[in-house]
């Protein structure tokens, strides 16, 4: 939006690059600073070297993508929802802890699910 909010800034390619510029940037951040997003990496580089290596059907790979995706996502989700958390509340509140949690916890459960689909898919080759 513009200025005047009810006018919608006009679409530009020029904008839109400077959007994934963005989006990269905070991919690089969080990379750069998040422990578990390095265990990530290196499970998404496992995965990928397994299915290339046991030449894993495209029909299989879709779900080693979404499983990865997935965790992805949720590790990104979770890695700003903490950092706008730590400016909103600087001084530490149990409510504001127990979202951290609660947001830890969803990439636990969607790390728990990868690996559970990762098995699923892969086990037939091994």
Known sequence: MTLDAMTPARFTIAARLKSFRYAFTGIG????????????????????????????????????????????????????????????????????QRSKDVAAGAVLICAVGAIALGALTLAPYL
């Open 29 to 96: 951040f969080m990379l750069r600073t998040q422990h578990n997003a390095w265990i990530h990496l290196a499970a998404t580089a496992a995965v990928v070297a397994a299915g290339i290596g046991l030449k894993v059907r495209a029909e299989d790979w879709r779900w080693l993508i979404v499983a990865i995706v997935l965790v992805w996502v949720a590790e990104a989700m979770n890695t700003a929802f903490e950092h706008l958390c730590d400016v909103v509340s600087p001084d530490f509140h149990v409510l504001v």
